[in-house]
């Protein structure tokens, strides 16, 4: 290969955790303190107590955040949504990605290296713990290639011990966000054989964890996850982006401080601002060399700003080498950050959420659905009445219980007899199907059809009308 920047050739790893060979290439992050990291930690520690209490913390009675499968509820925030509430369901997860994608195109990865919970447990529960019982990352990597010993062992042991527990507590916070902590812990104290489907769904969520964050780690970012892949669609060159800049950094040069003093008082030849110290890439959580620009792997950490940052400050350079930046930027021109698909971008959101807002704002305080019952769609009586069966399908979205009965608007001669006794009570959130026997006279019936207004009165003193068109024969006598 001809000589050059090494910003413009390749490197030699098609994967930054994999050898030439194929096999796997164990990383080594070294930490860099610096006012990146103290920020991220602060945020990791507050997103940590956030995950953990979302399925705890109660408001309007419902858990902060719950995604309730087996029973068709999910709740967030004091708002209950149902398997009925479709277009809410869809305008909430249309909203979610117009939200990603407008932050992606504005602040790059800033989910990945921030927000994550892979990347916040990894490098704020998981790593520390790593550090503290095996030592510094040269001193853990020298020890996992050389042989077994007491030392190993005992401290091998004494981590995976902790990882195994905080695992199991991860594993079940996981699980609260479905079934609420009220359940799992009645669960948790019922012997195994009343719950096992829950005790076989907490060891292998326990044991997925635990090999997420103990063995596989940075490659669920690498290999794993979508979103890389999903970036180049979502950024532009003026997103915001962790990059090195080469046009003040080449060429690259290792050099003393006595040659970068020579270098400013015009002795020697003027090289860039990159001293090649590798302190970058030494620090990388997912083993990427910052400098060969813009990557998949790249998770936005700031990690490698924080090291730059300390070795332009022992050399008495500015800080900036490695920096939050845009590749307009980087080309000597302004960020724009008002742009034709950010613009977009946010209107979509603004007009997504009102209508979010709106549809949730009118949404009723009971949901209704009239339908057939399995069978024959009429049924002829003996006096000459044609009879339907129908089946009222109720849902109380409020948080107290009501009780409904039901009636026929127009107050005519049709005879509802239900099958289970009328007013009927639910209660906060819960849906019931109760079937009514619809009998009309065979003179009401316009040909074949009736349709008929059915008044649905609640306890809190709400009327909702419904119309439904009942069946008959065709041809009467």
């Given amino acids: 290969m001809a000589d050059g920047p090494a910003i413009l050739q390749s490197p030699d790893e ?21 006012r990146f990291l103290t920020r991220r930690r602060w945020t990791g520690f507050l997103l940590v107590l956030a995950y953990l209490a979302l399925p705890i913390v109660h408001i309007g009675g419902k858990p902060a955040m719950l995604l309730d499968v087996v029973h068709r509820e999910f709740a967030l925030f004091g708002a209950v949504f149902y398997p009925t509430d479709t277009l809410l369901l869809m305008l909430m997860l249309i909203a979610i990605m117009v939200a990603v ?39 853990r990597k020298r020890r996992d290639e050389g042989p077994m010993s ?20 991860l594993a079940n916070t996981f699980v609260a966000y479905f079934v609420g902590w009220e359940a799992l812990l009645t669960w948790m104290q019922a012997p195994p054989t009343e719950h096992w489907g829950f005790f076989l769904v907490m060891a292998i969520t326990t044991g997925l964890i635990l090999f997420d964050f103990g063995i596989f780690r940075e490659q669920m970012c690498t290999i794993t996850c979508p ?10 060159e003026d997103s915001a982006i962790v990059s090195y800049d080469p046009g003040r950094g080449e060429p690259r040069a290792r050099r003393s401080k006595k040659q970068l003093q020579e270098e400013e008082e015009g002795r020697a030849e003027q090289k860039g601002d990159c001293i090649d110290c590798f302190a970058c890439v030494r620090t990388c959580p997912t083993g990427i060399d ?15 700003i924080d090291a730059c ?28 950050l008002f742009r034709p698909r950010t613009v977009i971008y946010a209107i979509a959101l603004v007009f997504v959420l009102s ?66 006794a009328l007013p009927l009570t639910l209660d906060g959130g819960e849906m019931r199907r109760v079937e009514i026997w619809v009998m ?20 809190d003193g709400q009327v909702l009308e419904r119309s439904f068109t009942l069946l008959g024969p065709s041809e009467r006598p």
């Fill in 440 to 459: 009309a006279p065979s003179t009401a019936f316009a040909g074949d059809t009736m349709p008929v207004n059915f008044l649905l009165e609640f306890s």
């Fill in 290 to 304: 910052i400098r060969d620009g813009l990557q998949m792997e790249c998770v936005a950490c700031t990690q490698c």
């Fill in 101 to 139: 994608i407008l932050v992606t195109a504005l602040l790059g990865r800033v989910w990945c290296g921030w927000a994550c919970p892979q990347t916040v447990y990894l490098e704020f529960v998981f790593r520390p713990i790593e550090r503290l019982i095996e030592g510094k990352e040269h001193v």
């Fill in 309 to 336: 940052d300390h070795i332009m400050d022992n050399i008495g350079k500015p800080r900036g080498l490695i920096r939050y930046t845009s590749e307009r930027e980087l080309e000597g021109k302004k960020t724009r």
């Fill in 14 to 34: 098609v994967l930054s955790t994999l050898g030439k060979d194929g096999k796997r290439k164990w990383l080594y992050p070294v930490e860099s303190k610096g």
């Fill in 227 to 236: 979103y890389a892949r999903m970036q180049s669609i979502m950024l532009d």
């Fill in 150 to 169: 007491v030392d190993k062992a005992w401290r091998k042991a004494a981590k995976w011990s902790i990882y195994l527990v905080i695992s199991l507590l």
């Fill in 355 to 420: 209508a979010f807002s709106i549809v949730l704002t009118q949404r009723a305080d009971y949901d209704i659905n009239i339908g057939r019952a399995v069978g024959e769609p009429y049924t002829e009586l003996g006096d000459g009445r044609i009879a339907n069966r129908l089946r009222f399908r109720v849902r109380n979205q409020t948080p107290v219980p009501a009780s409904f009965t039901v009636r026929v608007a127009d107050g005519s001669s049709l005879d509802l007899r239900p099958v289970e």
